[in-house]
């Protein structure tokens, strides 16, 4: 009652909207109650789109007491409207805890604020023509992640502006710390609403570019180079006298098939840290280093740790108050690196107390993290698991950040970007929380300077992988140009390029019609209704350039939808894509299918040498590992995987020879 009657006092306020799930309701005097399915459903963005008859619509998030501060919504809108751009406004404010006034900074909106728990406070001003916008055209049906979804495309279209200002006081009611908070999204209980907002989050990384298929990984030889040691434990520290020696012995006490050692990059410990690693040097397998730098994050402790001669194949990471759950998480570790040929491992971890009693959120698995969509999701969570380790030359030749934060994080988006990660569902660390963690209990500024600073990464991250699906600006404009000339003094080529412009049309009415399928229909009319429009698809020659990456990213991606919805196989799915691409290989010049041939007989021969390599740790882990025999079904069936892909890659072969002779 008070929220309504702070709004009803302002003269900007035209109407108040109360949502709720019970039909019927009588609303508070002065407002109007609408029925809805789940407050974050995008039947509720539809919902709220189409009463939102005013220039701006004002979302207040919380369902405790609302205190505007003087002017407030004043100046939301004032900020609004000086671009017409802005799609949502935001602010600072203060929260009411336990009687106590405390403020609230939020920090700035950028292209890497994807994440689905970004902090926007309680209340949001859209821009009403935007807002309608994007809900008219969002087509997914989400429970949970509508609003997610909206936010996501707004950004897309429109600015997102951070006023730094504190404008209004909300009452919080969440009152845990930053440490017991930064865990909900891996909550089981939470599972379905996160599923969703994968969901979300990849349509949009599809529509930025920034999306990677899950076959884009490079496979990995781990056998590029010779090393001394086939693993390195890598435990950066300063001023843990209370847990480096458990640490240190957590990992001196592995039992392994191959050589191994520690490695400490003591960052100038003055607490008796360094004493007790000189104590433990007695064993030989602790190398103890003291940098001369002293200006080291945690990351620039790693970078020192991997490029020490001593390293060993595979770094592996123990924080200096944590353990490794028992004997033998080294070796499941290496065995994952050759069963997975990957380039990087992620596995399980434990909460624990400091006397090993298991605490909320108990067992962190990480399964957003799929092979199907694992470097992608990656991109709206906050971390990626532990214990990580790498295959030594790759990190080396990337690098961590030299922070104390994230620096986890941001090698692993990077290394996502290009290189397979194994996964490890199994329990084989233990993260030990005590008083003197760094991140048990942070302050907002803190908690507020490493979300910005992980956003910072993502930002980054998602122009890369932008960068990497560009084609270059400078030739499409030459392209561009050259065909605008064509048009003006060749009548030829003004009617060829009038005859791209029908292809573009006839290719869209294609589209409309996947998109028209019915979900009702069986699996073999459906199938044979996608395959006849494939066919007519293929058919169709050219459409204009500028046109041909986006109306080809249309097609394919409803295909895909279609073969998922009525599991049509994955290799006629293969197929039949390539030969709808023939049509756009030949575009360019008369050389395309030969150079499109010579591709694909690399990627053969690339796939004749990973099958190679696969033999080879299928050999390691035969003779040198006690579990060789329990990998020896999943090595297999990796290796007959490749064998099919090597059998699809000469299907499109004599597919391009096909047309080459019909070229000719």
């Known amino acids: 009652m008070q929220t309504v009657k702070e709004l009803q006092v302002s003269e900007l306020v035209n109407k108040i909207y109360l949502l709720g799930s019970e039909p019927g309701k009588k609303a508070l005097p002065g407002c109007e109650y609408l029925s809805v399915k789940g407050f974050y459903s995008t039947d509720t963005m539809k919902t709220i789109a189409a009463n939102a008859n005013t220039e701006y619509t004002l979302f207040y998030l919380k369902q405790t007491p609302l205190k505007l501060g003087l002017y407030a919504l004043e100046r939301m809108v ?30 700035d909106y950028q292209l890497g604020s994807v994440r689905d728990d970004f902090d926007f406070g309680s209340m949001l001003l859209f821009s009403s023509s935007a807002f309608t916008k994007i809900a008219d055209a969002l087509r997914e049906e989400y429970k949970y992640a509508g609003l997610y979804a909206m936010r996501l495309f707004i950004s897309y279209k429109y600015s997102i502006v951070h006023i730094n200002e504190y404008l209004y006081i909300e009452i919080e009611t969440d009152t845990r710390k930053s440490g017991e908070k930064q865990f909900d999204y891996v909550n089981p209980k939470n599972r379905e609403v996160q599923i969703e907002m994968e969901a979300a989050c990849t349509e949009y990384l599809k529509c930025i570019d920034a999306y990677f298929m899950p076959t884009s990984s490079r496979p990995v030889n781990l056998h590029s180079e010779n090393f001394e040691f086939e693993a ?8 843990r006298a209370h847990t480096i020696r458990d640490a240190v012995n957590s990992a001196l006490n592995q039992r392994t098939t191959f050589s191994f050692n520690i490695i400490v990059i003591d960052n100038h410990s003055t607490d008796g840290t360094t004493e007790i690693l000189q104590e433990l040097s007695s064993d030989k397998r602790l190398i103890h280093i003291i940098p001369q730098e002293n200006d080291l994050g945690i990351g620039g402790c790693w970078n020192k740790g991997i490029c020490h001669e001593k390293c060993g194949k ?13 004997e033998s998480t080294l070796q499941k570790i290496v065995d994952t690196f050759y069963k997975e040929s990957c380039a990087m491992v992620i596995g399980t971890y434990l909460m624990t107390d400091f006397q090993l009693n298991e605490i909320p959120p108990g067992i962190i698995d990480h399964k957003e993290w799929t092979p199907e969509n694992g470097k992608n999701n990656a991109l709206r969570i906050n971390g990626l698991g532990a214990p990580r380790a790498f295959y030594t030359p790759i990190l080396r030749d990337i690098k961590l950040p030299n922070t104390s934060y994230g620096e986890d994080y941001a090698i692993g988006l990077r290394i996502s970007r ?30 507020n300077r490493n979300n910005f600073y992980k956003d910072r990464i993502r930002t980054w991250e998602i122009k890369g992988r932008i960068q990497m699906h560009t084609i270059d600006e400078e030739f499409q404009e030459l392209v561009e140009e050259m065909i605008e000339n064509q048009k003006e003094n060749w009548e030829l080529a003004k009617r060829n390029y009038e005859a791209l412009e029908e292809n573009l049309e006839k290719k869209k009415n294609i589209i409309e019609k996947l998109n028209a399928i019915d979900d009702q229909m069986d699996t073999e009319g459906a199938t044979q209704l996608v395959r006849d429009l494939m066919k007519e698809w293929n058919g169709v020659g050219h459409v204009p350039f500028k046109e041909k990456d986006r109306i080809y990213k249309q097609y394919h991606s409803q295909i895909d939808k279609l073969f998922e919805r009525f599991n049509i196989s994955a290799s006629n799915k293969k197929l039949s894509n390539f030969k709808s691409t023939i049509s756009s290989i030949q575009e360019g010049s008369p050389q395309a299918l030969y150079r499109e041939r010579e591709k694909l007989v690399r990627a053969f021969d690339n796939m004749k040498n990973e099958l190679q390599t696969y033999e080879n740790n299928l050999g390691f882990l035969t003779t040198s590992s006690k579990k060789g025999n329990s990998l020896l079904t999943e090595i297999n069936r990796k290796v007959e995987k490749l064998k099919a892909d090597i059998e699809l890659v000469k299907e499109k072969i004599k597919v391009v020879d096909e047309n080459i002779k019909n070229q000719g």
């Open 232 to 239: 390195s434990v890598i435990i950066p520290v300063r001023n």
């Open 418 to 447: 290009e290189y397979k990660i194994g996964r490890i569902y199994d329990v084989i660390y233990l993260c030990r929380r005590w008083e003197g963690n760094s991140d048990a209990a942070l302050s907002t500024e803190k908690v």
């Open 314 to 326: 595979f770094a592996i990471q123990l924080d200096s108050d944590d353990l490794y759950k028992d």
């Open 78 to 107: 004032q900020i609004m409207e000086n671009d017409k751009k802005n799609g949502i406004v935001y602010a600072d404010h203060y929260q009411l805890i336990n009687g106590e006034l405390k403020q609230a900074p939020v920090i």
